[in-house]
C-alpha cells in the first residue's frame, strides 16, 4: 500500500487529494497545524479513513517526526498562506510559511529519506504582470503580491533541490481553481455565496473590486488529479495546469446571478477599497504540456463550476437558517 503525507489536508485542494488518493488505496496522512479551534469541515467525512499528525512547516523537527510516523511514498505541500489580500497586511508571515516553508519540508526529505516523491503547489499569481499571453512553464515570473513573491521562492527553492540532491520534486503551477469547499475570502466563494444570500433574500448587495480582472478558473476536484500524475512520471518536471479559457470577474458575477433569475446589476457594487494595490489583470495558462505528458485535461466547464458552488450555497444557507 503507498503511502501519502499531504500538508494543508483540512483545505479545498487537501480534501479533494485525500479523496483521490484513498480512491486509488493510498494510506493518506495529513499535517495539521496546533489550533485552538481546529477546522475539518472539508475533510469531516473522511476523518475515519485517514490519519492527522501534527506539526508545522516552521519547525523543521515536526516535519521529520511526521515522515517518520507516516513513512510516505509521496509528499504533497499545499499548506500557505493563500490568500493574496491578506498576504500584503501579513507579508512577513506569508513570506514565512508559504517560502521558507517549502525549504524545511525539502530538508526534511533530504535528511529523511531522498526517495520520496514531492509535489509543490506553486500558483499562477507568480506570472503576475504577465510577460506574455499563454503564460506557459517557461514564461518568466512577475510577481505582484507577497503571496506571488512568496510562491516564486518556493519553486525555485523546489527546482534547486531537484537539481542539487537529484531529489523527485515537482511544483504544479495551478492557476485558479474552485469548488464548493473554496473559502468565503476568495471572489468566487464570495459571488456565489452572496448570490445564494440575494435569492434567499438574507442580503441586499455585493460589494467587489476589479471586474475587469481576467483568470483562467478551473475545478479544484479535476485540478489534484494533476497533482497525483506529475508524481507517477518517470522524472520529475513542472507542469501549467489550467483550462487555456479566461473569463472575467464580471462574467463571473454574470454567470452565478443569472443561474437563479437575477439581475446582477441592481445588486454589485464596486468598492474601490477593494482593489489590489498592484493588480494582476490577466491570467491564461497553457495547459499543452499537461495534456501531452501527464494525459490530463479539465472535466468541468466554468458554467458548471459556478452553478456547482451557486447550488451548494443554496443548500447550505438553507440547511443552517431552515429555508424552504
Known amino acids: 500500500m503507498k503511502k501519502a503525507l499531504i500538508t494543508g489536508i483540512t483545505g479545498?485542494?487537501?480534501?479533494?487529494?485525500?479523496?483521490?488518493?484513498?480512491?486509488?488505496?493510498?494510506k493518506v496522512f495529513g499535517l495539521k497545524r496546533r489550533t485552538a479551534t481546529p477546522s475539518f469541515e472539508n475533510i469531516s467525512h473522511l476523518l475515519d479513513n485517514i490519519e492527522l499528525i501534527s506539526g508545522d512547516l516552521l519547525?523543521?523537527?515536526?516535519?521529520?517526526e511526521a515522515i517518520r510516523i507516516s513513512q510516505p511514498d509521496e509528499i504533497y505541500n499545499l499548506a500557505a498562506q493563500s490568500f493574496v489580500t491578506d498576504s500584503w497586511s501579513q507579508s512577513a508571515y506569508t513570506g514565512h510559511a508559504s517560502a521558507l516553508g517549502v525549504t524545511n519540508m525539502l530538508e526534511a526529505i533530504r535528511i529523511t529519506n531522498p526517495n520520496i516523491?514531492?509535489?509543490?503547489?506553486?500558483?499562477?499569481?507568480?506570472?503576475?504582470?504577465?510577460?506574455?499571453?499563454?503564460?506557459?512553464?517557461?514564461?518568466?515570473?512577475?510577481?505582484?503580491?507577497?503571496?506571488?513573491?512568496?510562491?516564486?521562492?518556493g519553486h525555485w527553492i523546489t527546482v534547486n533541490y531537484r537539481e542539487s540532491y537529484g531529489l523527485f520534486a515537482c511544483s504544479g503551477i495551478l492557476f485558479n481553481h474552485e469548488s464548493p469547499r473554496r473559502g468565503y475570502d476568495f471572489v468566487t466563494r464570495k459571488v456565489t455565496d452572496a448570490?445564494?444570500?440575494i435569492k434567499l433574500g438574507l442580503q441586499k448587495e455585493l460589494f467587489l473590486g476589479n471586474l475587469d480582472a481576467k483568470r483562467d478558473w478551473g475545478y479544484a476536484g479535476d485540478y489534484v488529479k494533476a497533482m497525483?500524475?506529475?508524481?507517477?512520471?518517470?522524472?520529475?518536471?513542472?507542469?501549467?495546469?489550467?483550462?487555456?479559457?479566461t473569463r472575467s470577474v464580471k462574467e463571473l458575477v454574470e454567470v452565478a446571478f443569472s443561474h437563479v433569475g437575477l439581475d446582477w446589476t441592481k445588486y454589485v457594487v464596486q468598492d474601490p477599497k477593494l482593489m489590489r494595490p498592484a493588480e494582476v489583470d490577466l491570467?491564461?495558462?497553457?495547459?499543452?504540456k499537461a495534456e501531452e505528458k501527464l494525459g490530463w485535461k479539465p472535466e468541468v466547464s466554468f458554467d458548471e463550476l459556478i452553478k456547482m458552488m451557486v447550488e451548494s450555497d443554496l443548500e447550505k444557507i438553507k440547511a443552517k437558517k431552515y429555508i424552504k
Open 12 to 26: 479545498q485542494d487537501g480534501s479533494y487529494l485525500a479523496e483521490l488518493l484513498l480512491s486509488k488505496g493510498y
Open 59 to 64: 519547525d523543521l523537527a515536526s516535519l521529520i
Open 117 to 153: 516523491r514531492f509535489y509543490q503547489a506553486s500558483s499562477s499569481e507568480m506570472f503576475g504582470k504577465v510577460l506574455e499571453i499563454p503564460q506557459i512553464e517557461t514564461t518568466p515570473f512577475y510577481p505582484r503580491s507577497p503571496y506571488a513573491v512568496s510562491k516564486v521562492y
Open 195 to 197: 448570490v445564494a444570500k
Open 228 to 245: 497525483w500524475l506529475m508524481l507517477q512520471q518517470n522524472k520529475p518536471d513542472d507542469f501549467v495546469i489550467a483550462t487555456g479559457e
Open 283 to 288: 491570467l491564461l495558462g497553457n495547459p499543452k
